[in-house]
């Protein structure tokens, strides 16, 4: 006997992968959705010979509301499930303020998918499980470059708060990760102003914070202190800063 | 979508004698991958182990150290993994499960990829081959974006032009490679000095036989008579009946120590390799039946993942030749002389007779001896003394390893590789655009003019 699966939706994402590889070394058997399908399956080749865990890839799209459904009906067998880990996400270069379709694809992949998914996946969760939301520090103030990124992960942040709440200690421990700056496939080519945490470390990171029942976490925690800061910046000087 | 872009970065070969500029792609995906191809030209890089520039191109690169799933070890030691899984990974996956690779080169830190594009060597050439050899199927992805399945007897011209082809018909996404039973992750080693060039021959014609893994480290400075003296190694795994009980099987190394930060250039003068090749050559005394790690045995160099620092900003350089099997102490005399005559400061030299060539139209090795000399580049003289050595090696028919090389002129690369025609013109129907382009290719005349 295993310990149960952990579900990973979004195995194609970096952090995802990372995530999927340190509960699979844990001892955990996987559960892995995403939309391209031979991707997916590659990722889950990975784990099954590296880790010998049991791998279920799924393929999926997020596009609809009957993810979590489809996800348990070609995955049977798999539930009570020991986590979830939602690693979607897409931060556009271009402004999505100005897009109607990217606007939509923003928030809905951002935000709307992430609460489907899991409210529907929810009955299947072990009450002892785990639920990890991946957040972001551009949740905590906006700023020009990317907003409607930044507001659709503060929604998914107080998504998590109030799931939280809701279960009050009676129920999965969901834990909200407010990423910084990860070296991912995100973030590759872009200016980030600084280099990028490597994927590891912030899968352990995470692990760490779900085994520490913690609701909210920075990882890598140094963005703990930056983000004080620069939630403390008064507006005078924020507005000046070109970050 | 995500960002398929690259990442402008300066980049260099190991040596880091030679840097440049470059869009860096790295995907994660070979959906990414195939995008990506299909906008730029460029070349396909691994870890960037090559000395000199087979992995460096000014328009794009693509890093492939993230496309690195494993995807099935069988029960029959056939391993199959994405291009970009080093070969260090694959050891540690593997060796528990009893299996090896059939060919390692001197670091562990390679990819998959790179050592098929270079159809690398390791200590036991002579009964094995090339890594290429024990390579059973490629997927290749050409110039259009099509993902070909290539092997020894699925498009083999096309196979053996990537085996050996330094990346110029495509990029190698995943490989599958037929791994080799270990007993034991220990290697048993004898070692021997000797105290001249002649007497460092001689044990390579009695001992080839006698051991499956072979090689000289030769003090590369001694002059005179002592010239060419070397530390001997001759190894095979150790069987599972030899170590004591309750001895761990497969062990595995921890972490390595890193050189922290770059030396001023020169820092490894003359007096410094003296000293180091002294040491090397003092701490090795004969001994025999001495049991080793496997790491320690093929990798003693990786103990300092980044020891190129060592040379500082200038950065050094590797002259590596193979010559035909006529040729001998007399002929490798003159060119360690060369080097001498010219108060050129060299580091550790490896010396060892390799068996016969791998079907790759591109591959380095070929019957005879290989002399590898790391040199410090000291400006003018140094590339001097590199064209000095190439011209000498061509005249005694012999050739110049690609992954090492930074110097070699169209004109000598032909000299040294006669079977560059047939290459190119496979590659000039494959990619007839030149999509994918290295400096190496376009120094040598493989892509580009023509
Ligand atoms: C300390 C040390 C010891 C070494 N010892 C040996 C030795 O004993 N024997 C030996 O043979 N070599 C040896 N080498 C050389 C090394 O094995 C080769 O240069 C090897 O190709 C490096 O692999 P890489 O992944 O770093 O590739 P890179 O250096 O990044 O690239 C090397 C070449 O491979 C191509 N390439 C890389 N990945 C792909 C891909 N996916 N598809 C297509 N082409 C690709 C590149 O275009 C380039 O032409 C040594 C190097 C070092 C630094
Ligand atoms: N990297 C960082 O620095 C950073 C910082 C803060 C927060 N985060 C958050 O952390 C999580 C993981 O980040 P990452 O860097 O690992 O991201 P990533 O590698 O770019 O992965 C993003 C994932 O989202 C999926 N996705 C994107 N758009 C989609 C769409 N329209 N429909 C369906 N799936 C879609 C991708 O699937 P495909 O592969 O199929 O496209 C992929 O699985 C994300 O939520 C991200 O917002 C990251």
Redo the contacts with the bound molecule.
């Keep these: 006997m295993g310990k149960g699966y952990v579900a990973i939706l979004g195995a194609t994402s970096t952090v995802g992968r990372a995530l999927a590889a340190h509960y699979a070394r844990e001892g955990f058997d996987i559960l892995l959705a995403g939309r391209q399908e031979d991707e997916v399956h590659r990722v889950g080749q990975d784990l099954a010979t590296r880790y010998r865990c049991s791998v279920r890839a799924v393929h999926l799209d997020s596009d609809s509301f009957d993810y979590p459904q489809a996800l348990l009906a070609s995955a049977s067998g798999v539930a009570p499930l020991r986590g979830v880990v939602w690693a979607l996400g897409t931060m556009h270069a271009a402004a999505a303020e100005a897009d109607a379709a990217l606007l939509r694809t923003s928030t809905w992949v951002n935000f709307g998918a992430a609460v489907a998914a899991v409210e529907g996946l929810l009955p299947h969760v072990a009450p002892s499980g785990f639920i990890v939301l991946l957040s972001s520090v551009a949740g905590e103030r906006g700023r020009a470059r990317n907003y409607i990124y930044g507001a659709s992960k503060a929604a998914l942040t107080t998504y998590g708060a109030g799931l939280n709440h809701r279960f009050a200690g009676h129920g999965p421990r969901v834990t909200v990760v407010q990423l910084g700056v990860v070296d991912s496939q995100m973030t590759w080519g872009m200016d980030a102003g600084m280099p990028g945490a490597d994927p590891e470390e912030v899968a352990a990171g995470i692990a760490r914070a779900v085994a520490k029942g913690r609701s909210r976490a920075h990882v890598p925690k140094r963005w703990g202190l930056i983000m004080f800061v620069l939630r403390l910046l008064p507006e005078a000087i924020f507005n000046r800063l070109r970050i | 979508m995500t960002s398929q872009f690259g990442r402008r970065m300066e980049i260099a070969g190991?040596g880091h004698a030679l840097r440049t500029e470059a869009e860096v792609v790295r995907p994660e995906l070979v959906t990414r991958l195939r995008e990506s191809l299909l906008s730029g030209n460029g070349?396909?890089?691994?870890?960037?182990?090559?000395?000199g520039d087979?992995?460096l191109a000014t328009d794009r690169v693509w890093q492939?150290t993230r496309l690195n799933r494993m995807l099935r070890l069988g029960a029959d030691g056939l391993l199959t993994a994405e291009?970009?899984v080093s070969l260090g990974e694959i050891i540690r996956l593997a060796l528990p499960q009893g299996w090896t690779l059939p060919v390692t080169?001197?670091?562990q830190?390679?990819?998959l990829?790179?050592?098929?594009?270079?159809d690398?060597?390791?200590k036991n050439h002579h009964e094995v081959g090339t890594f290429g050899q024990h390579v059973t199927e490629i997927i290749l992805c050409t110039a259009d974006g099509d993902l070909h399945r290539i092997g020894p007897d699925q498009e083999p011209d096309l196979f053996w032009a990537t085996v050996g082809g330094?990346?110029l018909t495509?990029?190698?996404?995943e490989a599958s490679l037929r791994l080799v039973a270990a007993e034991t992750g220990y290697l048993t080693v004898d070692y021997e000095r000797t105290q001249g060039l002649e007497e460092t021959l001689e044990w390579f014609s009695g001992n080839d036989a006698a051991y499956p893994f072979t090689v000289a480290w030769i003090d590369g400075l001694s002059t005179g008579r002592s010239l060419g003296r070397a530390v001997l190694m001759g190894g095979r795994i150790t069987e599972r009946r030899e170590l004591q009980q309750g001895t761990e099987v497969y062990p595995m190394p921890r972490g390595a120590i890193g050189v922290p930060f770059e030396f001023p250039s020169g820092t490894l003068s003359r007096s410094v390799g003296l000293a180091f090749n002294a040491v090397y050559y003092g701490m090795h005394r004969p001994e025999r039946q001495k049991r080793e790690a496997w790491w320690k045995f093929f990798y003693p160099?990786d103990v300092a993942d980044d020891w190129y620092k060592l040379y500082g900003r200038r950065g050094f350089a590797q002259y590596q030749a193979v010559y035909p099997p006529e040729v001998g102490a007399r002929e490798l005399r003159a060119l360690l002389e060369r080097i001498h005559k010219a108060r050129h400061p060299n580091f550790l030299g490896v010396l060892k007779r390799m068996g016969e060539g791998s079907p790759g139209l591109l591959s380095?090795p070929r019957a005879g001896l290989t002399l590898a000399l790391d040199l410090p580049m000291q400006g003018e003289r140094s590339v001097e003394l590199f064209r000095d050595l190439y011209a000498m090696t061509a005249d005694l028919g012999g050739r110049v390893?690609l992954?090492?090389d930074a110097f070699l002129t169209q004109e000598l690369f032909r000299r040294m590789y006669p079977q560059w025609q047939a290459f190119v013109h496979l590659k000039t129907r494959l990619d007839p655009h030149d999509r994918f382009r290295?400096q190496?290719s376009e120094r040598v005349g493989l892509s580009g003019v023509r």
């Design positions: 190991w070349i396909a890089r691994g870890l960037g182990r090559a000395y087979a992995a492939t291009a970009g080169p001197g670091t830190w390679v990819t990829g790179g050592a098929i594009a270079a690398v060597h390791g330094m990346g495509g990029v190698i996404v160099l380095f390893y992954a090492k290295s190496l």
